[in-house]
């Protein structure tokens, strides 16, 4: 049996809120790198959090674009947002495989500014989620 869309939310948010806790320890820490893969994690769980709170049975993608633009079919609020939350899709691949970059691993090619940005907009993204469902 599925939860009801309003708990299933509420589990998907409360990983990303855990999850956003990890990546900005680690962008202040020096994990530069993974607190830039987690910010794109919190962004896609967050989203996923909302779509869920709107009713949706199943939820797929890892795309914070594709589900910001999903997410404002329910509430255009979202759609402005979501234009700059997309830069976090592009730390899904490549803050975690050496062949995801031109040269060099992702330990040395991140740094602490991208890592806090990055926490930067996943933070928005779930206080957004947050303040849209009450949740």
Same mark, same amino acid.
């Given at each position: ?22 990546? @900005? ?13 987690? $910010?794109?994690?919190?962004?896609? !769980?967050?989203? !996923?959090?909302?779509?869920?709170? !709107? ?7 890892? %795309?914070? %674009?594709?589900?910001?633009?999903? $997410? ?9 947002? %979501? ?10 691949? &490549? #803050?975690?495989? &050496? ?8 330990? !040395? ?10 926490? @930067?907009? $996943? #933070? ?5 989620? $947050?303040?849209? #469902?009450?949740?």
């Amino acid at each position: 049996m599925r939860p009801a869309p309003t708990e299933e939310a509420r589990r998907w948010l409360e990983q990303a809120r855990e999850d956003l806790k990890w990546a @900005g320890r680690l962008a202040e820490e020096g994990g530069y790198h993974i607190a830039c893969f987690l $910010a794109q994690q919190v962004a896609e !769980k967050a989203l !996923k959090a909302f779509l869920y709170a !709107k009713g949706e049975a199943v939820v797929l993608g890892h %795309s914070v %674009s594709a589900l910001g633009e999903r $997410a404002a079919r329910y509430d255009e609020r979202v759609r402005e947002k %979501s234009v700059n939350w997309s830069i976090l899709d592009g730390y899904y691949i &490549p #803050t975690r495989y &050496p062949n995801g970059l031109p040269d060099g691993i992702p330990a !040395k090619v991140y740094n602490k500014k991208a890592a806090c940005e990055a926490v @930067g907009l $996943a #933070t928005e993204v779930v206080d957004t989620v $947050a303040a849209l #469902t009450g949740l």
